[in-house]
């Protein structure tokens, strides 16, 4: 898979063609931390005054270069498909390898950062279970009525209270302060602390144990075909 960027996005990462790597170097670390802090408004003035450009085009390169890291980490692209995206982006091939470097070192930590921020359904986390005997009722008592009680653990992540919403904005006057920073900041402590543990409490025969069992094992087996595989490879 290739990341095409538009025409505007393309635009705005073009003032990097121009400069040196050491640069490059210097935007790679301010994207770093604004995919981490947020917006900085001080090192932006900084860099605008050192390169003699606005403020808003430093701004929306700095956006437009989180948007390309952040698409290659969200579509697991391979260091191959990472690279013939910067390729077709305009970048020399050593502002490629500059770039690759820094998809390379943070394309876990962004991963899994959006893979937290992506979980909407639950996780399994445990099970337990208990057996019980009906030995006799009110009006049979003699009888044997075997039982099972599921305990099932399952988790949900919290909602963080922002959207991850990091779609390029087309208006450079009027820029709107991308949302995927501070989730990302909040996504990491997420998987350790910040999840709902809910418990359900399920009851069944011997039967229905058995049959629920033996759909599970084939939706397993199913899911080792060729055919699921394939599936998968194309998601």
């Known amino acids: 898979m290739i990341i095409f960027l538009s025409e505007l996005q393309k635009e705005h990462l073009d003032v990097l063609h121009k400069q040196s790597l050491q640069v490059l170097v210097d935007f790679c670390k301010l994207t770093i931390d604004y995919l981490n802090n947020g917006i900085n408004n001080e090192k932006y003035t900084i860099a605008a005054e050192k390169l003699g450009i606005p403020l808003a085009f430093i701004q929306n390169l700095i956006q437009a270069l989180a948007y390309l890291i952040l698409e290659g980490c969200k579509h ?17 091939n050593e502002h490629q390898q500059v770039l690759l470097k820094l ?112 759909k599970l094992e084939q939706a397993l087996k199913e899911s080792k075909s060729q055919h699921v595989r394939k599936v998968q490879r194309a998601l």
């Not at 697991?76 to 982006?89: G, P, V």
């Not at 009906?134 to 922002?162: D, E, W, Y």
């Not at 920073?181 to 359900?200: E, G, L, Y």
């Open 76 to 92: 697991n692209l391979s260091q191959t498909d990472f690279k013939s995206s910067l390729a077709l982006a305009g970048f020399s």
């Open 103 to 214: 998809y390379i070192t943070k394309k876990d930590e962004l991963s899994s950062a959006l893979n937290v921020l992506q979980q909407k359904e639950p996780n399994y986390q445990d099970l337990t279970w208990r057996f019980e005997v009906q030995m006799a009722s009110r009006r049979c008592n003699n009888m044997i009525k075997p039982m099972i009680t599921l305990n099932l653990v399952v988790t949900i992540p919290k909602n963080f209270g922002h959207n991850v919403d990091y779609k390029y904005k087309d208006d450079v006057k009027n820029l709107t302060p991308v949302q995927i920073n501070s989730s990302i900041q909040n996504a990491k402590t997420a998987s350790q602390c910040q999840r709902i543990i809910n418990h359900f409490l399920l009851q069944c025969d011997l039967p229905n144990l058995i049959h629920l069992t033996n």
